[in-house]
T-cell receptor, first 111, second 118 residues
Framework: QKEVEQDPGPLSVPEGAIVSLNCTYS??????FMWYRQYSRKGPELLMY????GNKEDGRFTAQVDKSSKYISLFIRDSQPSDSATYLC???????????FGTGTKLQVIP | NAGVTQTPKFRILKIGQSMTLQCAQD?????MYWYRQDPGMGLKLIYY???????DKGEVPNGYNVSRSTTEDFPLRLELAAPSQTSVYFC?????????????????FGAGSRLTVL
């Protein structure tokens, strides 16, 4: 079993839709949860991060962590064509710098 | 402020050849990493370093070597290239955790080096 599972997609939605991206994990030591966005032929860039359980909102993006279910989500409201990219979840345990990534979900927002 | 710079951007190697992927960061980050990204496989950690002179293996270190003689540079050496090493390689860096919780979570990636082994 992989430590981090993520549906690779692709996920295709119309402009303005609400997008839900999800990851599950098996390592209960993970405490820091991140979402990276990667445009085609570019390096990943950090979108959001959360510590432990709870929600975090940043503009049209909301990250949720449910540690009891080992499940994290990223919601994108009012999706835009510029949101078309691959979204990678990432996580790590406290006190360590090794980050484990999901496989990424490819999102396409159609105008 | 250049961030993380990787060279070369593209390279084609023949089986058995060797080469070094260069990575440099100008943010004074303690931690540096090498990942490879294969289609549908996400990012796999090859090697990482917590500071100059200190390196450690990640998930997929076989066929690679690293060194970290300075804070800024973290080259990745491929010895005896094999077709299985065809991939996109990303170098990244981050702060030491004690310097701030948010900074420790932010990996800054380079633009990638696309390697093909034929």
């Amino acid at each position: 079993q992989k430590e981090v599972e993520q549906d690779p997609g692709p996920l295709s939605v119309p402009e303005g839709a609400i997008v839900s991206l999800n990851c599950t994990y098996s390592n209960s030591a993970f405490q820091y949860f991140m979402w990276y966005r990667q445009y085609s032929r570019k390096g990943p860039e950090l979108l959001m991060y959360t510590y432990s359980s709870g929600n975090k909102e940043d503009g049209r993006f909301t990250a949720q962590v449910d540690k009891s279910s080992k499940y994290i989500s990223l919601f994108i409201r009012d999706s835009q064509p510029s949101d078309s990219a691959t979204y990678l979840c990432a996580m790590r345990a406290g006190g360590y710098q090794k980050v484990t990534f999901g496989t990424g979900t490819k999102l396409q927002v159609i105008p | 402020n250049a961030g993380v710079t990787q060279t070369p951007k593209f390279r084609i190697l023949k089986i058995g050849q060797s080469m070094t992927l260069q990575c440099a960061q100008d943010m004074n980050h303690n931690y540096m990493y090498w990942y490879r990204q294969d289609p549908g496989m996400g990012l796999k950690l090859i090697y990482y370093s917590v500071g100059a002179g200190i390196t450690d293996k990640g998930e997929v270190p076989n066929g690679y070597n690293v060194s970290r003689s300075t804070t800024e540079d973290f080259p990745l050496r491929l010895e005896l290239a094999a077709p299985s090493q065809t991939s996109v390689y990303f170098c990244a860096s981050s702060f030491l955790e004690s310097r701030g919780g948010s900074g420790a979570n932010v990996l800054t990636f380079g633009a990638g080096s696309r390697l093909t082994v034929l």
